[in-house]
Protein backbone atom coordinates (compact mmCIF):
# COMPACT_ATOMS: atom_id res chain seq x y z
CA UNK A 1 0.00 0.00 0.00
CA UNK A 2 1.40 3.70 -0.90
CA UNK A 3 1.65 6.47 1.28
CA UNK A 4 -0.69 9.68 0.27
CA UNK A 5 1.53 11.89 -1.89
CA UNK A 6 0.70 15.75 -1.65
CA UNK A 7 0.11 16.93 -5.01
CA UNK A 8 1.47 20.33 -4.60
CA UNK A 9 4.65 19.42 -3.23
CA UNK A 10 5.35 16.19 -5.76
CA UNK A 11 3.05 17.47 -8.50
CA UNK A 12 5.78 15.55 -11.34
CA UNK A 13 5.29 12.22 -9.25
CA UNK A 14 1.70 12.76 -9.04
CA UNK A 15 1.39 13.74 -13.21
CA UNK A 16 3.71 10.09 -13.59
CA UNK A 17 1.35 8.43 -11.87
CA UNK A 18 -2.19 9.50 -13.40
CA UNK A 19 -0.22 8.91 -16.87
CA UNK A 20 0.67 5.89 -15.81
CA UNK A 21 -2.66 4.75 -14.66
CA UNK A 22 -4.65 6.43 -17.78
CA UNK A 23 -2.22 4.30 -20.67
CA UNK A 24 -1.44 0.70 -18.64
CA UNK A 25 -3.12 -2.21 -19.19
CA UNK A 26 -6.23 -1.97 -17.38
CA UNK A 27 -6.59 -6.06 -16.57
CA UNK A 28 -3.19 -4.77 -14.66
CA UNK A 29 -5.44 -2.95 -12.14
CA UNK A 30 -7.47 -6.31 -11.38
CA UNK A 31 -10.48 -5.08 -13.41
CA UNK A 32 -12.79 -7.91 -14.82
CA UNK A 33 -12.12 -7.49 -18.57
CA UNK A 34 -15.66 -9.21 -19.02
CA UNK A 35 -17.66 -5.95 -17.56
CA UNK A 36 -18.27 -2.93 -19.24
CA UNK A 37 -19.15 0.53 -17.95
CA UNK A 38 -20.49 3.18 -20.26
CA UNK A 39 -19.08 6.51 -20.22
CA UNK A 40 -21.17 9.74 -21.31
CA UNK A 41 -19.99 9.22 -24.61
CA UNK A 42 -21.34 5.56 -25.23
CA UNK A 43 -24.22 5.69 -23.16
CA UNK A 44 -26.74 4.20 -25.98
CA UNK A 45 -24.33 2.02 -27.14
CA UNK A 46 -24.49 -1.43 -26.55
CA UNK A 47 -24.89 -4.83 -27.45
CA UNK A 48 -28.30 -5.38 -26.05
CA UNK A 49 -29.34 -1.05 -27.36
CA UNK A 50 -31.86 0.22 -26.29
CA UNK A 51 -32.62 -1.60 -22.36
CA UNK A 52 -31.36 1.63 -21.06
CA UNK A 53 -28.21 0.24 -19.36
CA UNK A 54 -25.38 1.83 -17.90
CA UNK A 55 -23.11 -0.98 -19.47
CA UNK A 56 -22.77 -5.10 -19.82
CA UNK A 57 -21.24 -7.97 -18.76
CA UNK A 58 -20.47 -11.60 -20.97
CA UNK A 59 -20.28 -14.27 -19.77
CA UNK A 60 -17.76 -17.92 -20.61
CA UNK A 61 -20.68 -18.97 -22.90
CA UNK A 62 -21.02 -15.35 -24.62
CA UNK A 63 -24.52 -14.41 -23.02
CA UNK A 64 -24.69 -10.93 -22.55
CA UNK A 65 -26.12 -9.28 -19.71
CA UNK A 66 -27.23 -5.61 -19.12
CA UNK A 67 -25.67 -3.70 -16.31
CA UNK A 68 -28.83 -1.53 -15.43
CA UNK A 69 -27.76 -0.46 -11.94
CA UNK A 70 -24.35 -0.70 -8.85
CA UNK A 71 -25.93 -1.93 -6.20
CA UNK A 72 -23.33 -1.81 -3.64
CA UNK A 73 -19.10 -1.53 -4.07
CA UNK A 74 -16.92 -2.41 -1.43
CA UNK A 75 -14.35 0.64 -0.05
CA UNK A 76 -11.61 0.62 2.36
CA UNK A 77 -9.53 -2.41 3.01
CA UNK A 78 -12.12 -5.45 3.44
CA UNK A 79 -14.28 -7.06 0.85
CA UNK A 80 -11.62 -5.19 -1.56
CA UNK A 81 -12.90 -5.86 -5.66
CA UNK A 82 -16.44 -6.78 -4.95
CA UNK A 83 -19.24 -5.05 -6.61
CA UNK A 84 -22.95 -6.11 -6.81
CA UNK A 85 -24.99 -4.63 -10.03
CA UNK A 86 -28.69 -5.01 -11.16
CA UNK A 87 -28.47 -7.20 -14.14
CA UNK A 88 -30.73 -7.38 -16.82
CA UNK A 89 -31.50 -10.88 -19.10
CA UNK A 90 -31.87 -10.06 -22.41
CA UNK A 91 -34.12 -13.68 -23.48
CA UNK A 92 -36.49 -13.47 -20.26
CA UNK A 93 -36.17 -9.77 -19.74
CA UNK A 94 -35.87 -10.68 -15.67
CA UNK A 95 -33.47 -8.30 -13.41
CA UNK A 96 -31.05 -10.02 -10.97
CA UNK A 97 -28.69 -9.39 -8.86
CA UNK A 98 -24.76 -10.32 -9.49
CA UNK A 99 -21.98 -10.35 -7.55
CA UNK A 100 -18.40 -9.74 -8.72
CA UNK A 101 -15.98 -10.26 -6.69
CA UNK A 102 -12.23 -11.89 -5.58
CA UNK A 103 -11.94 -14.82 -3.55
CA UNK A 104 -9.02 -16.69 -2.90
CA UNK A 105 -8.18 -20.04 -4.62
CA UNK A 106 -9.22 -22.15 -1.82
CA UNK A 107 -12.94 -20.84 -1.41
CA UNK A 108 -13.32 -20.16 -5.11
CA UNK A 109 -16.41 -22.38 -5.31
CA UNK A 110 -17.06 -22.01 -1.77
CA UNK A 111 -20.40 -19.54 -2.28
CA UNK A 112 -21.74 -21.37 -5.63
CA UNK A 113 -21.72 -24.89 -3.40
CA UNK A 114 -23.94 -23.46 -0.73
CA UNK A 115 -26.49 -21.45 -3.44
CA UNK A 116 -26.79 -25.13 -4.99
CA UNK A 117 -27.27 -26.75 -1.56
CA UNK A 118 -30.32 -24.10 -0.39
CA UNK A 119 -31.90 -24.28 -3.96
CA UNK A 120 -35.48 -24.71 -4.14
CA UNK A 121 -35.87 -23.18 -0.46
CA UNK A 122 -38.64 -20.54 0.08
CA UNK A 123 -37.69 -17.14 0.04
CA UNK A 124 -33.99 -17.68 0.08
CA UNK A 125 -31.33 -16.19 -2.87
CA UNK A 126 -31.61 -18.66 -5.89
CA UNK A 127 -28.20 -19.08 -7.86
CA UNK A 128 -28.90 -18.40 -11.87
CA UNK A 129 -25.81 -18.51 -13.20
CA UNK A 130 -22.08 -18.19 -12.45
CA UNK A 131 -18.66 -18.29 -13.76
CA UNK A 132 -14.92 -17.79 -13.73
CA UNK A 133 -13.24 -14.56 -15.20
CA UNK A 134 -11.07 -15.96 -17.41
CA UNK A 135 -7.69 -13.93 -17.97
CA UNK A 136 -5.37 -14.98 -20.81
CA UNK A 137 -7.57 -18.37 -20.90
CA UNK A 138 -7.48 -18.95 -17.24
CA UNK A 139 -9.52 -18.40 -14.35
CA UNK A 140 -8.34 -14.94 -12.53
CA UNK A 141 -6.78 -14.38 -9.48
CA UNK A 142 -4.77 -11.87 -7.98
CA UNK A 143 -1.98 -14.37 -8.19
CA UNK A 144 -1.98 -14.22 -11.61
CA UNK A 145 -2.29 -10.51 -11.61
CA UNK A 146 1.05 -10.20 -9.07
CA UNK A 147 2.55 -12.49 -11.06
CA UNK A 148 2.60 -10.50 -14.29
CA UNK A 149 3.05 -7.25 -12.94
Not at 18 to 24: D, F
Amino acid sequence: MSLPTPIHKFPIRVTKAIAMTALANLQYFGLDPTIHMCIADCQGYSPLSGCGGKGWVVNNNGKTYSIMDVLWKSEGFFCCGTVCYRVRDPTDGKDYAMKDCWVPEAKRYHEVAVLKRVHGIPNVVQLVDDWDVMYDGEPDCTAQIRDSL
